[in-house]
């Protein structure tokens, strides 16, 4: 005689109190219900009479702030449906035995090389350095994946930064980055390999190639990304900052793949180049005809001259002003005192909409992120938008009169005063003691 079958009883979801980071209502959207409701801190309140305990909103928050909660009755029947399931076997719904089949056929970590004219954008071997360390969490292969004309040197360099694997797409057709004959590329190349993990630069190329090729697949895309990891189910968590930067949102593609993100220059650490080292490489002759594209380049102008000539996100030292610097004329003296230090001048949003400095120099959420072994804070207060762009720096001095100031609560040193004071005794210093070392 069969046994009969204990079916699985279904609880209420219930909020763990403190534990949503307010990522963006991801379990309200999930609710097949609509039984979520999010109050003002962002956070859900759950109307336990309407919730048909389907567990949705369980499965899509990133952080475990919900579970499911039972009644004694319910709990005595979970417990005999656990010792039957144990003793059968895990019995999935068709849906999700779908889903996770579809899931598995995706492997392995990919990362795009943005080259112009067989020169490497730096944030493309950040990303290899990022992508090593998801691949060995999830115990595959990464790959580097370059695109362009005669680019075949840069496999080697791939390598040295981590990579054990090169896709080579070398053709004429690439030799300028175009949108339609580099999305149909990767496209091809997702199609054919399917990987589970994309990065690639939040550079205009980046941008534009991600976006286009995450369109084309159907798959999901988190631009700007400021923490790449992997979680209990092997699925992509995506950090960055969200709602004007005020929070931190973990998003995760659990349904999709690729699971596709990009990441801003200098916001991840590029391993150390081992020079000597060997990987695979897979030599791919896919490639659009030329007469199919639509955009023809006829000129690349490089951008020289008329234009601000100063990389402050390549810069080692950099010296900052912000609104305290009451005018544009006074950031003479940050410029003088970046003299002395060999140091390039940037500046908080505040300075940029005065008009005291241009767009440029401005570090920050909408400006530049950057990493120098010494960034020195003038005048700027350390609003989120400012500190998510410079606060992975090596050490930070914030000089500021306000010893409240949150710009304190990051920096490695701050000096507390008015600094029109301050900068130039630092500058004077500075020159006396190379006036000394010179003697
Ligand atoms: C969507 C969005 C994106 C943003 N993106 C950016 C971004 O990319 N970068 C960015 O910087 N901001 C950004 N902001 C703006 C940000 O919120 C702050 O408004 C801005 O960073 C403040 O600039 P500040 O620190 O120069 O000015 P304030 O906040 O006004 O701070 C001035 C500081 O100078 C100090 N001070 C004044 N006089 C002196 C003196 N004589 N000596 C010493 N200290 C003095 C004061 O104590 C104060 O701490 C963004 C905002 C939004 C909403
Ligand atoms: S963090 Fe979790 S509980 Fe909070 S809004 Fe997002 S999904 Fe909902
Ligand atoms: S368990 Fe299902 S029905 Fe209940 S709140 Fe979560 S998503 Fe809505």
Excluded at 2 to 8: D, Q, V, Y
Excluded at 15 to 21: A, D, F, R, W
Excluded at 68 to 89: D, N, P, R
Excluded at 139 to 154: F, K, N, Q, R, Y
Aim: with cysteine.
């Amino acid at each position: 005689m069969s046994e009969t079958k204990i079916k699985k009883p279904r609880g209420r979801a219930r909020y763990l109190e403190g534990k949503c980071v307010a990522c963006g209502e991801r379990c309200a959207s999930a609710c097949p219900v609509d039984c979520i409701a999010i109050n003002d801190a962002g956070e859900p309140v759950i109307n336990e009479d309407k919730c048909i305990g389907c567990d949705k909103c369980i499965k899509v928050c990133a952080v475990n702030a919900l579970e499911m909660f039972y009644t004694s009755a319910q709990l005595e029947q979970l417990k005999l449906w656990e010792v039957q399931k144990s003793a059968v076997g895990e019995e999935l719904e068709p849906e999700e035995k779908a889903l996770r089949a579809k899931l598995a056929e995706y492997k392995g970590v990919w990362v795009f090389i943005e080259q112009y004219a067989g020169e490497v954008a730096k944030v493309s071997w950040e990303l290899l350095g990022t992508g090593r360390e998801l691949a060995d969490t999830r115990g595959v292969e990464l790959t580097a994946v370059i695109i362009g004309h005669d680019i075949d040197p840069l496999r080697t360099e791939a390598y040295g930064y981590g990579a054990d694997v090169a896709i080579m797409m070398d053709d004429a057709v690439y030799a300028n980055y175009r949108t339609e004959p580099f999305t149909d590329a990767l496209c091809h190349l997702i199609d054919k390999y399917k990987p589970e993990i994309i990065l690639m630069g939040a550079t205009g190329q980046g941008r534009d190639l991600a976006g286009s090729v995450a369109t084309v697949v159907e798959t999901g895309l988190t631009a700007d990304c400021t923490g790449l990891a992997i979680d209990a189910q092997g699925n992509l968590a995506q950090t960055r900052p969200a709602f004007g930067g005020n929070i931190m949102a973990t998003i995760m593609c659990d349904k999709f793949r690729p699971q596709m993100a990009t990441v801003r220059p200098h916001v991840m650490k590029a391993s150390e180049y081992v020079a000597g080292c060997k990987g695979r490489v897979i030599r791919e002759d896919f490639a659009p005809k030329e007469e199919s594209v639509l955009v023809k380049v006829l000129e690349v102008i490089m951008d020289k001259d008329g234009k601000d000539q100063v990389d402050v996100a390549a810069a080692e030292i950099i010296v900052s002003g912000g609104r305290g610097m009451m005018g544009k004329e006074n950031f003479s003296i940050l410029q003088e005192f970046a003299d002395e230090l060999g140091a390039v001048v940037g500046s908080s949003r505040s300075a940029v909409d005065a008009g005291w400095m241009p767009q440029s120099r401005q570090v920050g959420q909408t400006g530049k992120t950057v990493r120098p072994k010494i960034y020195i804070a003038c005048g700027i207060s350390g609003a989120i938008q400012h500190l998510v762009g410079m606060q992975d720096s090596d050490v930070i001095i914030a000089i500021n009169r306000d010893p409240e100031a949150p710009i304190l609560e990051v920096a490695t040193y701050g000096i507390i005063g008015d600094l029109f004071q301050i900068v130039p005794a630092l500058t004077e210093k500075i020159r006396e003691l190379k006036r000394d070392q010179a003697a």
